[in-house]
């Protein structure tokens, strides 16, 4: 397993945007697919975005298409979540998952997870 701490979060006003960073020690970070979830107050940890571990491919929930970008440094044991025209429904802990399988909304098939970075959205 990797051990993964995001940072990057805060409060913005809609329409602004941010970048989230998930920082991941270990030699392996570049077999990892790598993601990012979020879970709001009251509600279920959803998917965000899945990188391969490669960076060659990226996934995402349809509320964020357009608005966010996920990337990956592999030199840097990194992942990004650059995010644009915020949404106040887009407040939420952010969080940064790792797995050895695909890059895959399932939840499930993440097995490392930092402790989560807040992010808010005033409207």
């Known amino acids: 397993q990797v051990q993964l701490v995001e940072s990057g979060g805060g409060l913005v006003q809609a329409g602004g945007s941010l970048r989230l960073s998930c920082a991941a020690s270990?030699?392996?970070?570049?077999?990892?697919?790598m993601a990012w979830f979020r879970q709001a107050p009251g509600k279920e940890r959803e998917f965000v975005a899945a990188?391969?571990?490669?960076?060659?491919?990226?996934d995402y929930t349809d509320s964020v298409k357009g608005r966010f970008t996920i990337s990956r440094d592999n030199a840097k044991n990194t992942v990004y979540l650059q995010m644009n025209s915020l949404k106040p429904e887009d407040t939420a802990v952010y969080y940064c998952?790792?797995?050895?399988?695909?890059?895959?909304?399932?939840?499930?098939?993440?097995?490392?997870w930092g402790q989560g970075t807040q992010v808010t959205v005033s409207s």
């Open positions: 998952a790792a797995g050895r399988g695909k890059a895959t909304m399932k939840i499930l098939e993440y097995n490392s």
């Open positions: 270990g030699r392996t970070f570049s077999s990892y697919a």
């Open positions: 990188v391969t571990w490669s960076g060659g491919s990226t």
